[in-house]
């Protein structure tokens, strides 16, 4: 009682969700990249020769980008972004930060909705159309683009966007 999340719901259907059992990587373009298993930073680099690699929470307002080390692993549940190497030493503006959250946020709704047609498309057989039930209230759709105030980090974007509407 009070906890809307079914004990129906397994790691499988978790990762259909597109909850954090993966690495999200934003490519230059604003592609996604989902990774379930940990992987070296080197790999992605030696797909992607012009580009350096940054974790989302290393990136803040005024400060040069942390490049991920070629023999660190990302980590799972975490979002991480290619950078084009002439940006690597340059500060990063608030300009800066708020393109890179609507690239992510962009991204990772785009995702989710390509999760929910293949979840939804597998269980159209025939004539017979079953919808997935999802509990209310526990799987809200954001609705705005993600801001960045000073002094945030990327991963703060959503808290502080759910802190504000509980406000309300």
């Known amino acids: 009682m009070g906890i809307c999340a079914s004990s129906e719901y397994t790691r499988k259907d978790a990762i259909a969700l597109n909850l954090p059992f993966t690495s999200k990587l934003i490519h230059l373009d604003g592609t996604l990249q989902e990774f379930r298993h940990p992987v070296k930073a080197g790999h992605v680099l030696s797909q992607n020769p ?3 690699l940054c974790n989302s929470e290393s990136m803040y307002i005024n400060s040069q980008v942390p490049h991920i080390p070629a023999n660190e692993e990302l980590h799972l549940g975490q979002i991480y972004f290619l950078m084009p190497l002439p940006r690597s030493h340059v500060p990063l503006s608030l300009q800066d930060l708020c393109q890179l959250a609507v690239k992510a946020h962009a991204a990772l709704v785009h ?8 979840k939804i498309s597998k269980l159209i057989s025939g004539n017979d159309v079953r919808l997935p039930s999802t509990p209310q209230g526990c799987f809200k759709p954001s609705d705005g683009l993600p801001s960045v105030e000073p002094g945030g980090t990327l991963r703060h974007v959503e808290a502080t ?5 509980k406000l309300k």
């Open 50 to 52: 012009n580009c350096f």
């Open 111 to 118: 995702s989710q909705r390509a999760h929910s047609l293949t």
């Open 161 to 165: 966007k759910q802190r504000s509407s």
